[in-house]
Each structure stands twice: as structure tokens, then as C-alpha cells.
């Protein structure tokens, strides 16, 4: 298997088990395990912020210490072993540790193959967006196979998919790999994640384009822990859900297909604007509108609330800053805004879809979506990004 190929099944085996954790576990918590959704918040929640710190402190520290395809192997196989955990039947307190256990090491999976994403970017000029179109791939791939099980079989085959497209990870991962992301990295000495995130930070324009990151991203926090329980509140069947939650990801692989063509000129500041106004219509319109043809419409938006800030924020790191930085900063992305964010927006969200009502915890992703707006107007000039 060529380099290229290797990158494009990597992002497929993962995307593929994101699709199921990403949209489907806090319907699995609630409607398998009988949670509540506040009390399905509180776990996620709690999960999330294990998330981002272990992804923050302890992958860096990991792949220091290991080549990245160790990281990848034992991160998957220790992933498997606490999803089957989730087999028997547990009180909270047991869900609540599988939880936050399991959110601290399965998503490091990410980062890591991201990273081999970049060294093998330097070392064989692989093309990225095509193979993070696999990624794209499998995750719609996931979806629809969710949607169709949980018709048949219910909830209960939610976590039995987890479990066997963990084990594919760790079969795949456990065949041979690109040479060089089998060996171990080299740091200068004194080299730390202290000294390397201060800087990541003096770099210009670095803090205004991740807190931009961090709030964009952050905004999906309802959507990623509510939209299957909110279209199953609005009676559509399970099947369809999947269907319907596949509407964002074909739109997902459509703009990546096509943003290296439609993007190459346009300023990283406006790719954010653009992102935070489409993020802002996108949440308003199923507030005002709750219903399925609504919902279904305001999916195409994903491609601007996540797919233009995503690639906004990769396209500053790659234009902006040295290939020294990039590896802090891609660690950083994915613990802040790609996991803390979400996680404290989990918590208001559960109160409003819980106590309000459903569509106002959509509204409430605003908070996030129109400071962005603000933000980007105030600064684009001055720090010319």
C-alpha cells in the first residue's frame, strides 16, 4: 500500500468510528442506558473536558516518548478494551468513569494520524485533501449504517458498531506503515510543551485565529450532542436520521473537494467571516423553524459553520507559521477547539434543550457564532490575516 493510500484508510478506519461516537453517544447514553439528557450532558461533558486535556498534556507527552504509530496502536487497542466495557448494564457513576475514560483516549487517535498527515506532507508531498476526503467518506459511511441498525436492531447496536469498527483500527494499524512514522521523533534538548505553546503564541495574529477556532467550532456543541435526539423528537425515524445527518458531511466533502480551487485567494480572515455568519443563520433558522424540512436545509450550512472555518484555520498554520510551530498548534486546535469548547457548551446546551426547549439550545450556539462575527471585523485589518 503506497503513502497516499496508507493516509486515505487511516482517515477512513477513524472517520468511520467518529461517525458513530460523534452524533450518536448521547443517544446511545439516553435511549440504551437510560439516562436522562441532562444527566447524558453531564457524562458527555465531563468526557469532553477529559478530552481536551488529555489531548492537550498527555498526547504531546506520548509522542514524545513513542513514534506515532505506537501511539495510534495503543491508543486504539485501549480504546476497544473500554468500549466493551460499556456491555453490561452500570449505573451512572460506572458510565460517568467508562465516560470520561474513554473520551481521555480514544479521540487521540485524531491528532495522531493528523500529524502523520503533516510529516508525510514534508517527506512525500502527499496530498492531504484527498485523502481527509476519506475521512469525510467514512463518516457518512457510519452514519448511514447507524441509522439503518438503530431501525432495526435499536440503540444497543450503536455501541456494537463502535466496538467493531475499533477492532478494524487496530487490525489496520497493526500493518505495516510509512517508515518514517515508525520511528521515534527527535527533540532539542529542553524542549517542552511550555516553551513550545509560548512560541506558538507569539506568533502573529496565532491567539485571534484560534479563540476565532475555538468559538466556530464550539458552536456545534448542540448540534454534535442533540441533533439525533432532536430529530427523534420531531418523530423522524432512525433510518432517516442518518440520512439526514449525511446531508452535512456530503456537503463536508463537496467544499473540501473543491476549497483549494474556490479558496486559494481569498484572505483567512474572510473564510472566518463568511464561517461565522453562515454558523449564525444556520443556528437562528432551526430556533425560528423547528422542523424536519428546515433542519434538513440548514445542513447544507455545515460546509461554512465547520468546513470553512477548519480549513481557515489550516490554511493560516500552513501559510503563517514555521513547520516547527505546526505540530503545537494542531494539538492545540484539537484540544481547545475541537474538544473544550464543545464540552463547556454541552452544559448550557443540556440546561436549554432540557428546561427551555429543544430548538433554543440551537439559539444558544450564538453566543459562540456572533462574537466571531465582531471579532473578525475588529481585527482583520490590523493583523492582516
Known amino acids: 500500500m503506497n503513502t497516499q493510500r496508507w493516509l486515505s484508510f487511516s482517515f477512513l478506519t477513524f472517520f468511520f468510528t467518529w461517525g458513530i461516537f460523534l452524533p450518536y453517544w448521547t443517544g446511545f447514553l439516553t435511549n440504551d442506558k437510560g439516562l436522562s439528557v441532562k444527566a447524558a450532558s453531564v457524562v458527555m461533558g465531563a468526557g469532553m473536558v477529559a478530552r481536551s486535556f488529555a489531548t492537550f498534556l498527555f498526547f504531546p507527552y506520548m509522542t514524545r516518548k513513542l513514534s506515532l504509530i505506537r501511539a495510534v496502536q495503543w491508543t486504539a487497542l485501549i480504546s476497544l478494551l473500554l468500549a466493551i466495557m460499556y456491555l453490561p448494564n452500570s449505573p451512572f457513576a460506572?458510565?460517568?468513569?467508562?465516560?470520561?475514560?474513554?473520551?481521555?483516549?480514544?479521540?487521540?487517535?485524531?491528532?495522531?494520524?493528523?500529524?502523520g498527515a503533516s510529516v508525510l506532507m514534508q517527506a512525500d508531498r502527499i496530498h492531504y485533501g484527498k485523502s481527509r476526503s476519506y475521512g469525510s467518506i467514512g463518516y457518512t459511511v457510519a452514519l448511514l449504517i447507524v441509522g439503518a441498525?438503530?431501525?432495526?436492531?435499536?440503540?444497543?447496536?450503536?455501541?456494537?458498531?463502535?466496538?467493531?469498527g475499533l477492532g478494524f483500527i487496530v487490525l489496520f494499524f497493526s500493518r505495516p506503515a510509512p517508515a518514517i512514522l515508525q520511528s521515534k521523533p527527535e527533540y532539542k534538548s529542553g524542549s517542552n510543551v511550555k516553551t513550545g505553546l509560548k512560541s506558538l503564541f507569539q506568533s502573529k495574529g496565532f491567539a485571534v485565529v484560534m479563540l476565532?477556532?475555538?468559538?466556530?467550532?464550539g458552536a456545534h456543541a448542540s448540534y454534535y450532542n442533540y441533533g439525533f435526539i432532536f430529530l427523534n423528537d420531531l418523530g423522524v425515524n432512525s433510518f432517516y436520521i442518518g440520512i439526514v445527518l449525511n446531508i452535512a458531511i456530503l456537503f463536508e466533502i463537496l467544499?473540501?473537494?473543491?476549497?483549494?480551487?474556490?479558496?486559494?485567494?481569498?484572505?483567512?480572515?474572510?473564510?472566518f467571516l463568511v464561517s461565522a455568519i453562515g454558523s449564525t443563520v444556520r443556528w437562528v433558522a432551526i430556533f425560528l423553524y423547528p422542523m424536519t424540512s428546515v433542519f434538513i436545509a440548514s445542513q447544507v450550512l455545515h460546509a461554512l459553520s465547520f468546513g470553512v472555518a477548519h480549513y481557515a484555520f489550516i490554511q493560516y498554520i500552513s501559510t503563517k507559521l514555521p513547520n516547527s510551530h505546526i505540530a503545537a498548534a494542531q494539538g492545540f486546535y484539537a484540544a481547545f477547539a475541537m474538544s473544550l469548547s464543545t464540552a463547556i457548551l454541552t452544559f448550557p446546551a443540556g440546561f436549554l434543550y432540557d428546561e427551555v426547549s429543544p430548538n433554543a439550545a440551537f439559539l444558544g450556539m450564538t453566543i459562540c457564532s456572533v462574537p466571531a462575527i465582531i471579532i473578525v471585523l475588529l481585527t482583520r485589518k490590523k493583523l492582516n490575516y
Open 94 to 115: 460506572v458510565l460517568l468513569l467508562i465516560t470520561i475514560l474513554f473520551s481521555a483516549v480514544y479521540p487521540m487517535i485524531l491528532p495522531a494520524v493528523e500529524s
Open 149 to 164: 441498525a438503530t431501525a432495526v436492531w435499536g440503540e444497543k447496536s450503536i455501541l456494537l458498531l463502535m466496538i467493531a
Open 212 to 217: 476565532l477556532a475555538i468559538l466556530l467550532q
Open 255 to 271: 467544499f473540501f473537494a473543491k476549497a483549494d480551487r474556490l479558496l486559494s485567494k481569498v484572505k483567512v480572515s474572510t473564510m
